[in-house]
């Protein structure tokens, strides 16, 4: 681990089931995923910050949040490059890149490479996995 890596949080599945919420737990803990267009942070505009839900641990900037039209909030680079990990994901016959936050190990949701410059990626997350911190004025 460097030192700009997060401390690893590690909690019991009984600590988290009541941290967090039924569909948060679902998605963070299960890696489910809420269904398209239906999360609260699809079309948040707002300038400021998105958080794991589950640590609080800072992810991505709303300056770097782009409308994919995928029906998920979708980032093309996360806050640092210590901030989530990538995993590979062979789940319901598909082979798909899962991103996890590195602090806690959340399920966040996936990456694809059709996002726009400069990077090329899409980190298309769960609005659930997410908690917003408006930058105030």
Not at 89 to 106: F, H, I, K, L, P
């Amino acid at each position: 681990m460097t030192d700009s890596q997060p401390e690893k949080l590690k909690k019991t599945e009984a600590e988290w089931r009541e941290l967090l919420t039924p569909e948060q737990f679902d998605i963070l803990r299960g890696k489910g995923t809420e269904p398209a267009f239906s999360g609260a942070l699809n079309t948040n505009h707002a300038d400021g910050r998105y958080h794991c839900a589950a640590c609080g641990a800072a992810l991505f900037e709303s300056d770097k949040k782009f409308d994919s039209g995928s029906g998920w909030p979708s980032f093309w680079l996360p806050v640092s490059p210590d901030a989530i990990e990538a995993h590979e994901d062979t789940s319901y016959g598909m082979r798909r890149v899962e991103v996890t936050c590195a602090r806690c190990g959340g399920h966040l949701g996936h990456l694809f490479p059709d996002g726009p410059r400069p990077t090329g990626m899409r980190y298309c997350i769960n609005s659930a996995s997410l908690k917003f911190e408006e930058q105030t004025k």
